[in-house]
């Protein structure tokens, strides 16, 4: 594939097929993806990659806290809610998913439904949960590094057949991931990717979201 190909092609994906993902080209994608730069070179990424039982009780664990009201625990800053045009963009993206999905406005169930879908790793067969060295806590470098290698490996996954996820929701309740993943003290949670074989048939993942355009996000200077 073109990386024009990939970087055009690539959305995420929501919608899994049930059928496993070899351990062997997961391994390819990861070292794809680790050619991402990083700040000094210094690599501060891990990750544990989780099928089976262990994902079924992450998503277990997830889903009850969830809905039991557990308070978020993540292991970064989140900052405050999204105002002015950046709930806008959040807001234009959920919109399109629930237009794709046939979700009302005000149809509670189907919303609740959706949600809960994110803490359940979107069914994937894979979820991925990126960690980094806890050492390096404390630089924005780092959260910066695990964000190149993350989109590196959403990418290197796409040109490979396979659609993902980036997924905040799937580590909202740290504590189920670092217990059934076996996560090492020594790391700390980024992210997770839920990964697996795009079902074509699952309405949101033709969902092509919006961009601002070039001249919206660029200054140029010194080119008059
Ligand atoms: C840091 C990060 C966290 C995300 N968390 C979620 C999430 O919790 N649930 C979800 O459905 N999508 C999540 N996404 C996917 C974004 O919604 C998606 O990348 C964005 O809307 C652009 O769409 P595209 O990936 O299809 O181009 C996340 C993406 C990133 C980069």
Redesign the pocket.
């Known amino acids: 594939m073109l990386f024009d190909d990939v970087v055009l092609g690539?959305?995420?994906i929501?919608g899994y097929k049930p059928n496993p993902v070899p351990k062997e080209l997961i391994e390819e994608i990861i070292r794809l993806a680790m050619r991402a730069p990083s700040s000094m070179n210094t690599q501060p990424w891990n990750f544990y990659v989780i099928t089976g039982e262990p994902l079924n009780r992450i998503r277990a664990g997830n889903t009850e806290r969830m809905v039991a009201g557990v308070p978020q625990s993540r292991e970064f800053r989140t900052g405050q809610g999204f105002t002015g045009q950046h709930r806008d963009r959040q807001v234009g993206?959920a919109k399109q998913l629930f237009a794709a999905m046939g979700i009302s406005r005000d149809d509670k169930e189907k919303r609740q439904d959706w949600v809960l879908r994110?803490f359940r790793q979107f069914d994937a067969p894979v979820c991925i949960i990126v960690t980094y060295d806890r050492v390096l806590d404390g630089s924005d470098d780092t959260p910066f590094d695990c964000g190149a290698v993350?989109t590196a490996l959403v990418n290197a996954a796409w040109s490979r057949g396979l659609g993902a996820?980036?997924?905040?929701?799937g580590i909202m309740q740290s504590p189920v991931v670092r217990e059934h993943a076996g996560i090492a003290d020594d790391q700390v949670i980024m992210?997770s990717i839920a990964l697996g074989w795009p079902d074509e048939s699952f309405p949101a993942n033709a969902?092509i979201?919006e961009r601002k355009s070039v001249s919206e996000a660029t200054v140029f200077v010194g080119f008059d």
């Open positions: 690539r959305r995420s929501r993206v994110g993350a996820v980036i997924n905040s929701q992210k969902v979201s």
